[in-house]
């Protein structure tokens, strides 16, 4: 059970880091892009700060959800493990 909670949690945080690296930045009301395609034609410094932390955001959200469901399998594994050799 707790490996299931654990991968479900970790796959939201990946579906939400994606979520959050497509959805575009405004800075004011200047279109910034997105985390993965910064609009071309922007002066840089408009947009730095909240792409970079949006990037920040999205890495988090991104790790986050690999080490939990990283977690969540090594879980469903020692489970599987314990057992296998206890019924031996």
């Known amino acids: ?15 939400v ?4 690296a497509v959805r575009p930045v405004h800075a004011g009301d200047d279109s910034c892009g997105s985390v993965f395609q910064p609009d ?8 730095d700060a909240r792409l970079s932390s949006r990037g920040d ?4 959200f991104g790790a986050g959800g690999a080490a939990l469901i990283v977690t969540a399998v090594a879980a469903a594994a020692i489970r599987e493990r314990r057992t296998r050799v206890s019924s031996a």
């Open 1 to 15: 059970m707790l490996s299931k909670v654990l991968g479900a949690v970790g796959v939201v945080l990946l579906i």
């Open 17 to 20: 880091g994606v979520v959050f």
């Open 40 to 47: 071309e034609g922007i002066t840089p410094m408009q947009c």
């Open 57 to 60: 955001l999205v890495t988090g």
